[in-house]
């Protein structure tokens, strides 16, 4: 890799936590509270042909390049997550239309549909896709998406890329086998375990509001962590038995991006305390796909100042205008 694709960051901002925090807090948040404001952002409900809707920022750039670039946030992330913000910002002024798409039950989309979010539901993605490409036309169709939704884009990738016309997508720190990216998050800083267990629990709670039939207000008044919740929700509100089976439908290991036939790169990092960078070697890579693993990140952290500003913007700007 040359050089300058290396993510080298200041001595005090290398450690993993640091850098996992700043992505979605501090510095980068408050740079994007300031810049969703100035954003003349176009919000779409789009209908894939199943009847899903989903909901999705759409901002044009102001030195059009022909090219748009789909945003998918992380779990429990949504459109107006930090990390999408400002990566939409920087992507904008490089010319290309940015659609920041929101998962089912993500960002204030929870009425939308009544059935709750669960991670194998990539064709809905898909459908809402083709929705927004019938409505816009752009040359050059781009997805890129961090952690879970750089599981997302990497699956949609491989089973709907021909048909959506797409020319190349981009994940960012992707669960690869979320067995092992469940058990990573119990095992690291407590922290990241409280953080998605209070952001998953109010969504769920938002959900209730509009659709109180499902009920299950009680048990969320007892889960105390993850593990209740995954046992519960799979069982009950997924077509599978058990966590294993769930897990093993969205992975990435083995061959399942065998047939991807666009370009596509994952990037990673070695320290990041969520996504062990070792399960990159159960994938048996086809030829279009290519790693870019660095040193240093965290997960989709990649700050590279105090402002937050992070290298991953650059790098998907630089991947993506390869292909223009």
Sequence with gaps: MAQNNRFIPP?????SHIQSVLNS?????????RLAKRLNSETLILEARDGTRLLG????SQTPNKSVIVLLHGWEGSSE??????????????GFDVLRLNLRDHGDSHHLNRELFNSTMTDEVAGALECFFDLHHHDKRFLAGFSLGGN???RIACDHGQALALTAAAAICPPVDPTNAMQALDDTWFVYHRYFFHRWSRSLRKKLIHFPEHGYGTFLDTARTLADMNQ????????????ESYFRSYSLTGDRLAALEIPACLI??????????????KINRPQQLSFDT???????????????????ENRLSEWFSGYL
């Design 81 to 94: 997550s930090a990390y999408q913000v400002t990566t939409a910002n920087y992507l904008l002024k490089q």
């Design 152 to 154: 997302f884009t990497l």
């Design 57 to 60: 920022k759409y901002d044009r």
């Design 25 to 33: 807090v501090g510095p980068r948040k408050i740079r994007a509270n």
């Design 294 to 312: 660095q040193q240093f990140g965290g997960h989709c952290g990649f700050i590279k100042n105090v402002s937050a500003h992070s290298w991953v």
């Design 232 to 243: 519960f929700f799979i069982s009950n509100h997924t077509p599978f038995d058990d966590e």
């Design 11 to 15: 001595f005090f901002l290398k450690n």
């Design 268 to 281: 990673s990092s070695e320290d990041d305390p969520i996504i062990p960078v070792e399960d990159l070697k």
